[in-house]
């Protein structure tokens, strides 16, 4: 009995440690998740971390309709709260990291004029993310509504299903893009430099992006899911955001 009880103890064991884990990330995050992912499989080397990236929107539509996923790393609060209050998420949504928008060009700009650049002759095409289910397209249509810009440019506007789409558009086809600040951390990014190629929205001109994180109810109690939320959530992960330009 003594032997069968080792048995069955060490295979629970080992279920638990090597295990996948399926998330549904934000496409904002993907600049840093390669950092992320690296520092987590530092503490959990046995735990193998399954990404699907997209828009908060579409993905949330996923989630609601089936996907398989765990855990949701969402570009703001609206999506993982609607998941939360229909049951579809097992812990109340809380804020892992606060993204800023920036305004991106592959040629020098005068950003001194900040984002009544939008409006000048040399700048034909803007990208931007969808702002019906991208937060960074939202926060990007919200900023040139509130600069009183919207209807002078928005002939102008070019739409990305997700920011890091914009972020694409923005390097291959257009002049100008609203992309998260968090892009220009990356490895391939670096050689944009700000006040020549980019600058920071004012935060002034749109709500805080508090993106949000929830476990959802596919986890089934999931230790390993449970180990990559708190490790989401820690000092490590923290650094990590706060290199990629996102407020803490």
């Given at each position: 009995m003594v032997k069968k009880f080792i048995i069955v103890f060490s295979f629970c064991c080992l279920s638990l440690s090597a295990s996948v884990i399926n998330i549904a990330v934000a496409a904002n995050v993907s600049y840093a998740l390669n950092d992320l992912k690296s520092e987590f499989h530092k503490i959990y080397p046995d735990i193998k971390v399954q990404v699907t990236l997209g828009s908060s929107g579409k993905l949330t539509a996923q989630i609601k309709n089936g996907a398989p996923y765990e855990l949701f790393m969402a570009a703001n609060m609206k999506y993982p709260n609607a998941l939360y209050a229909k049951g579809l998420a097992t812990t109340k949504p809380v804020v892992y990291a606060k993204g800023s928008l920036a305004m991106l060009s592959t040629r020098s700009q005068d950003f001194a004029k900040g984002i009544a650049i939008t409006t000048m002759p040399n700048i034909k095409k803007i990208a931007i993310a969808n702002p019906n289910t991208a937060p960074y397209g939202k926060a990007a249509k919200e900023a040139l509504k509130n600069a009183s810009l919207y209807t002078l440019v928005k002939y102008k506007l070019v739409y990305a299903e997700s920011v890091s789409g914009a972020v694409a558009y923005t390097v291959n086809a257009t002049d100008l893009g609203f992309v998260a600040k968090s892009s220009l951390?990356?490895?391939?990014?670096?050689?944009?430099?700000?006040?020549?190629?980019?600058?920071?929205?004012?935060?002034?001109?749109?709500?805080?992006?508090?993106?949000?994180?929830?476990?959802?109810?596919?986890?089934?109690?999931?230790?390993?899911?449970?180990?990559?939320?708190?490790?989401?959530?820690?000092?490590?992960a923290k650094r990590i955001f706060k290199s990629y330009g996102y407020v803490l």
């Open positions: 951390f990356s490895p391939r990014m670096k050689r944009f430099k700000k006040g020549v190629n980019w600058m920071e929205v004012d935060p002034k001109l749109y709500t805080p992006i508090k993106q949000g994180i929830v476990i959802l109810k596919n986890a089934k109690n999931s230790r390993a899911i449970k180990a990559f939320y708190d490790f989401i959530l820690s000092k490590k």
